[in-house]
C-alpha cells in the first residue's frame, strides 16, 4: 500500500472519530451501538493507515480504541437482545 492510500484511510478514520464524537456530544439518547461500530472501524482505519506510517504511541492508542469500542458494541448488542 503506498502512503498516499494510507493517508486516505487514515483520514477516514479521523473522519468517523469526530462524527462519532460530534454526535455523542449532541445526541438527545445515544445509540451505542452505533456509536461503538464507527469507533471501531474509525480505529481500523487508523490502524490500517499506521501500518504504512508506524507510530508505536499512535498503534497503542488505537489498539485501545478499538478493544474499547468492540467491548462496547458487543455490550450494545447484548443489551438489545435482553
Do not use: P, T
Not at 456530544?25 to 452505533?34: E, H, R, S, Y
Not at 461503538?36 to 488505537?62: D, K, R, T
Amino acid at each position: 500500500m503506498n502512503g498516499a492510500v494510507a493517508d486516505a484511510i487514515g483520514i477516514c478514520g479521523s473522519i468517523l472519530f469526530i462524527g462519532a464524537f460530534a454526535y455523542a456530544n449532541q445526541a438527545a439518547v445515544l445509540n451505542k451501538l452505533l456509536f461503538n461500530a464507527v469507533n471501531l472501524v474509525g480505529a481500523i482505519f487508523l490502524l490500517i493507515s499506521l501500518y504504512v506510517h508506524f507510530n508505536l504511541a499512535a498503534v497503542v492508542l488505537e489498539g485501545a480504541w478499538a478493544v474499547i469500542a468492540l467491548a462496547g458494541l458487543i455490550s450494545a448488542i447484548r443489551e438489545r437482545r435482553a
